[in-house]
């Protein structure tokens, strides 16, 4: 009978000590898959002490006012949620992502989130991260990797989309403009998600259009600085090889491009028309004064959205792969009403 006792008791706690979790993506080491409640984990030790989750981020720089309010709507968004939040700036150099992903590691956070500075050479440190059972959120640009399982989820603006729909506002914008249409094109950080695709939507749009040609097209590194300088660049040429239209990949680039035409004797908006990406307050305050035509909306504001997918991972539950915020696209005549609910 004592022997049956024993035995009823290894058994069981074997059975406790193969419990575990899975978030639909992967199985989750048990540390990681606690049952969550508002921000919470039950501790082992009983439901009375309570642990924060930890998150580890890595933001891929602070190059612009976008980056800068996104960085903010993370902090403030992890604060509101009850989320720890390890913050590391890599001020656009991927080995800083690196080394602070390997600091996260070695913390044993929670949760690893990242922005990455460019979309490739991630397979080796996404893989050291799936040995140490960490799940991982990529946010605001993508990775390129063969297996997809390397992540939960990614959440960010579909950067595609963002310049079909500047294409097709520059499209109508010019529809009664006979002859060739000239495009001189400042594009972000070289080999960055935002910039190949916010470029591949726009030329997709106007590939079987003959009068709309993109005849300058450079990095600009989605800073004002950059922007200023490769559009002063730009009208160095001859003055009949000026661009008609300007199509920047951000807003800094866009306004740094509005002082180097001015300077040029030009009127932004009118000599040259500007279309632009993001949705910064000081764009639409550019648009109300004539200077930029049109922005297509990137919401830097995902702080919320992140919060809630660590939340959701660490219930166990499970999250779709792509998770994208609502966006629009704002022209001058709609500024003025809008400039004073942007948030950043």
Known sequence: MKMGK??????????????????????????????????QLLDEDGPAAAKRIVLGFS???????????????????????????????????????FDAIRSFIDSEV??????????????????????AGIPVIILDRSV????????VTFIGSDFYEEGVKAAKYMIDKMRHDSGVITIAELQGTEGSTPSIDRGRGFRKMIEDKQNFRITQSKPAGFTKSGGREVMREFLQQPEEEWPQVLYAHNDDMAIGAVEAIEEAGLKAGSDIIIISVDGTRRAFEQMIEGNINAVVEC?????????????????????????????????QELAGMEVENRKY
């Not at 069981?12 to 990681?32: D, F, K, M, V």
């Not at 309010?69 to 800083?96: F, H, M, P, V, Y």
């Not at 390129?144 to 992540?151: A, M, P, R, T």
Request: net charge negative; aromatic share 4%.
């Open 299 to 331: 919401n830097p504001l995902l702080g919320p959205l992140l919060m809630q997918a660590a939340k959701e991972i660490m219930s166990g539950r499970t999250l779709p792969k792509r998770i994208v915020p609502p966006e629009d696209i704002f022209t």
């Open 144 to 151: 390129n990797v063969q297996d997809s399982s390397l992540y």
């Open 110 to 131: 929670d949760i690893i989130a990242i922005a990455p500075v460019v979309q490739t050479g991630w397979e080796a440190i996404l893989e050291e991260i799936k040995l």
């Open 6 to 39: 024993w035995c009823l008791v290894l058994l069981l706690l074997l059975l406790s000590g193969c419990s575990s979790a899975n978030t639909g993506q992967r199985q989750i080491p048990l540390r990681t898959a606690a049952p969550a409640l508002s921000g």
């Open 59 to 97: 933001q891929l720089g602070s190059e612009s006012t976008w980056r800068e309010a996104n960085t903010a709507s993370i902090q403030e968004a992890s604060a509101e949620a009850g989320i720890t939040l390890i913050l590391r700036n890599a001020e656009q150099d991927q080995q800083k992502q």
